[in-house]
């Protein structure tokens, strides 16, 4: 099993739970340090819904053109330069140090991910409803864990992806 994130088109990037899992911690690190608008922290929660250890393996993933970039092209720009900030300070191994594991392949993956996004046109949400499943401004990711200093997924459940990872 393994899970998709898709681009516009036909770009994608596949990869197994095991792969996700590295995925979604490296950039959980790289967007608690960066987030400071609030629609910083609903793609801060965007991410901490892909926690397979509280959804499943094989069930997450999204696809860019389902993402509120925003009402505006300026609100647009902003958010796209936001994901690829993201990306490249997970790209620079910010705070890789914290894993208690190696992530061979997170750099590659995390190519693939910044050339979907960087190659991606996204189009004003002004006059049509977002995608359900970004989430909303109140469920924005604003609390952080404590422990890890990694933004948390509540509303939706208690801890960051790396307590997750702990829950047996």
């Known amino acids: ?15 197994s739970n095991g792969g996700t899992a590295v995925f979604v911690d490296v950039l959980m ?5 960066l987030a400071e608008e ?9 991410l901490a ?16 053109p389902d993402i ?5 092209p300026a609100q647009c720009a902003h958010a796209k330069d936001f994901v690829l900030r993201t990306t490249d300070l997970a790209l ?4 890789w140090e914290e894993l ?5 392949y997170a750099q590659r993956d995390l190519r693939r991910f910044r050339e979907m996004v960087e190659n991606y046109e996204p ?23 404590v422990r890890h200093r990694i933004l948390s997924a509540l509303p939706h459940w208690e801890g960051c992806v790396r307590c997750s990872a702990q829950w047996d």
Not at 53 to 59: A, E, I, S, T
Not at 100 to 104: L, N, Q, S, V
């Open 49 to 64: 819904l892909q926690d397979q250890n509280v959804v499943g393996g094989g069930c997450v993933g999204f696809d860019l």
């Open 1 to 15: 099993m393994g899970n998709s994130f898709r681009g516009g088109g036909d770009a994608r990037l596949r990869m």
């Open 123 to 145: 189009a004003p949400a002004a006059g049509r409803t977002p995608h359900p499943r970004f989430p909303r401004p109140d469920e924005a990711a604003m609390a952080s864990c």
């Open 92 to 95: 620079a191994r910010h705070r």
């Open 29 to 33: 690190l790289a967007v608690s340090d």
């Open 38 to 46: 609030p629609w910083d922290y609903r793609f801060a929660a965007l």
């Open 100 to 104: 208690d594991y190696e992530a061979p």
């Open 68 to 72: 509120d970039w925003g009402a505006t």
